[in-house]
């Protein structure tokens, strides 16, 4: 029931994103829009790397990939995209590296056991994440 709950609730998050137009992206955002934006891609590359079966980590894939794509499209309307595009691409490169440490440790963890090899998007994702100009600590 949680996993379907937070499949739900990423779709949602997803679509109200896809749905924003441009003069929508050029309205007043508060400071911590990039956060949030950058948010909704973690959450889904958090369910990528949890994923019990491997049909549904290619689900949240290509949802992740969807997501990057429409996020640096729409940067060109606002400013503040492209910063939650590198907040972004730092995080799930993050969940990736962490997911690759669990793996020699799947036995001791069953709900990990079940976790997708490496494939082309995680070392694509990974490269990326590595050489991202955004990949510095945050000033809170």
């Not at 609730?9 to 137009?21: C, E, G, P, Y």
């Not at 949030?36 to 590359?45: E, K, P, S, V």
Request: glycine share 2%; charged share 25%.
């Amino acid at each position: 029931i949680c996993r379907s709950a937070a499949k739900a609730r990423l779709i949602s998050a997803m679509d109200f994103f896809n749905r924003l137009k441009p003069e929508h992206l050029q309205s007043f955002w508060y400071f911590a829009s990039k956060f949030n934006f950058a948010l909704i891609g973690t959450f889904a590359g958090l369910c990528f790397v949890t994923s019990v079966s491997q049909e549904e980590a290619e689900f949240y894939q290509r949802r992740l990939q969807e997501y990057r794509w429409t996020l640096r499209v729409s940067n060109k309307s606002a400013e503040f995209l492209e910063i939650a595009s590198g907040i972004l691409e730092s995080a799930v490169g993050a969940l990736l590296k962490a997911a690759d440490n669990i793996d020699s440790r799947r036995s001791t963890f069953p709900m990990f056991q079940q976790i997708p090899e490496h494939d082309a998007f995680t070392d694509a994702f990974l490269s990326e994440a590595e050489h991202d100009p955004f990949d510095t600590a945050m000033e809170i």
